[in-house]
């Protein structure tokens, strides 16, 4: 496998990384194994000094470090940076909560006090993307640091430059060798890694063909696994909804990071009433975006990630149109040079048409139209992905009510969704499964041990609790 850095602005190959061999993967596994043995018992707190200075350093270079976002995957400046940002509150968060979400929890029990105690269970295997270079991975990283779980990460080819440089951040910042260890290795190598006996898990963020084959991997060998794949996020907007309001953000919604955000807003679902309202909305909101260099601040709209990721998504329209989607806006034809993907929106899309289903990983924004709001959470939940939506309603308690019958991982009740440390991630159905930030993030790959405690003398006649 090839990891190379490749401007999708320019096409102009910037880096060309060498690959690792299985003796460094061997390397790795060991320090990590031993790290692993070493930190299962030491207090979860022993570790937040050094999590917090990887969020300082990072802290220090905010510019340098979203530069190589920029050339790297072609995300906007200003987006690189709140990348950033949020990757170093991820940090933090879990530096200063990750004591008390880990700490023992009292049981009563007919047999005597018990407790739940958590405890690492060994190295991680992670598998990220290149939409959010830095983000995905400090999610998992910070979490499972403060755990105890070593980690060992593939990321995406095409975004070496982000790996390379978090793994010498983590070193500057001297966190202990082997907590984490970043490997330029192809798919087979992963496999390899997973089966072996010192990897107790998997984490994956990608696509629903390579969560498939991973999950698939990860129950041959009976290890925990959680997978982040995707979704085709439904964006409701119910008749007495602030048009205003949608207005606001419409463009975000669809448009943020070239439309590449697993939590954009794919479909949006619209009552007859403001049905021609909300299409002339987005019209006018793709028609203002600026397609250019995302180091200019004037660019709105990045490149896609890659030149490839331009003729898939093109491909895609094409055979929407070609089955019968309307073309409100934006051509079937892509004529701006490298990755720059021009705005399209769809509709009048049939069930028939292969669009339905898909998600389309770029600036292409489908609307449909529904006679009410029982018929829009009907075809919100009638996709085969579940991970986040939208719902605008006039009456927030109403929107609520709404939001909850929506079959996905989360919703955003009159506001566009985003991301937060606290703010549990992930999805249900084609989506994944398992838990990301917050609370629950910490608890995916962590060993709730019980342990019970009997203080007085064994009854004969009551040994086992009363079960024999």
């Not at 000094?49 to 350093?57: C, E, G, H, S, Y």
């Not at 990220?128 to 983000?135: I, R």
């Not at 010498?168 to 910042?173: L, Q, R």
């Not at 028609?287 to 491909?315: C, F, I, Q, V, Y």
């Amino acid at each position: 496998m090839s990891y190379q850095t490749v401007n999708p602005f320019t096409d102009e190959v910037i880096k060309t990384f060498d690959s690792h061999d299985d003796a460094y993967v061997e390397e790795a596994l060991t320090k990590g194994h031993a790290l692993y043995k070493k930190w299962r018992n030491d207090p979860v707190e022993s570790r937040a000094d050094a999590l917090n200075k990887v969020a300082d350093i990072m802290a220090s270079r905010v510019d340098e470090l979203a530069k190589i976002l920029t050339v790297e995957m072609g995300k906007r400046f200003s987006e690189a940076q709140g990348e950033v940002v949020i990757s170093i509150a991820i940090a933090r968060y879990y530096a200063k909560n990750a004591a008390e979400f880990l700490k023992p929890k009292n049981i009563q029990s007919a047999i005597g006090p018990a407790q739940t105690i958590s405890r690492p269970t060994g190295i991680l295997m992670m598998v990220e993307p290149w939409n959010f270079p830095y983000y995905q991975i400090m999610r998992v990283f910070a979490p499972n640091y403060m755990a105890g779980n070593p980690m060992l990460l593939k990321h995406a080819s095409n975004t070496p430059m982000a790996a390379d440089t978090f793994e010498k951040i983590v070193k500057e910042a001297e966190l202990p060798d082997g907590a984490f260890t970043n490997l330029f290795i192809d798919y087979d190598q992963v496999s390899h890694i997973i089966a072996d006996e010192r990897v107790q898990g998997v984490a994956l963020t990608g696509s629903e063909r390579a969560g498939k084959l991973v999950a698939a991997e990860a129950g041959k060998y009976m290890k925990q696994s959680s997978l982040e794949l995707g979704g085709s996020d439904p964006f409701i907007i119910l008749d007495d909804a602030d048009l205003f309001e949608v207005e606001k953000i419409i463009s975000g919604a669809r448009l943020y990071n070239a439309g590449q955000v697993c939590t954009s807003s794919k479909r949006f679902i619209v009552t007859e009433k403001n049905y021609d309202k909300l299409v002339e909305m987005l019209k006018k909101a793709f028609s203002e975006a600026r397609l250019g260099d995302p180091m200019l601040p004037e660019t709105t709209l990045a490149p896609l990630s890659t030149s490839k990721a331009k003729k898939n998504l093109t491909k895609q329209v094409a055979e929407a149109v070609d089955a019968g989607a309307t073309l409100a806006f934006g051509s079937v034809e892509q004529t701006k040079p490298a990755a720059l993907f021009e705005p399209v929106i769809l509709t009048n899309i049939s069930k028939d048409n292969p669009a339905f289903y898909q998600e389309f990983f770029g600036p292409v924004g489908q609307v449909y139209k529904v006679r009410d709001e029982e018929e829009a959470i009907a075809l919100a939940n009638d996709s085969h992905y579940g991970l986040s939506g939208v719902v605008f309603g006039g009456s927030p308690e109403h929107a609520t009510e709404v939001a909850s019958k929506i079959e996905t991982g989360a919703v955003f009740v009159n506001s566009f969704g985003g991301t937060l440390p606290e703010l549990p991630f992930g999805g249900v159905k084609n989506s994944g499964y398992g838990r990301e930030l917050g609370d629950l993030g910490i608890d995916t790959f962590v060993n709730k041990e019980t342990i019970v405690t009997k203080h007085e003398p064994i009854d004969l006649n009551n040994a086992f609790g009363g079960f024999v």
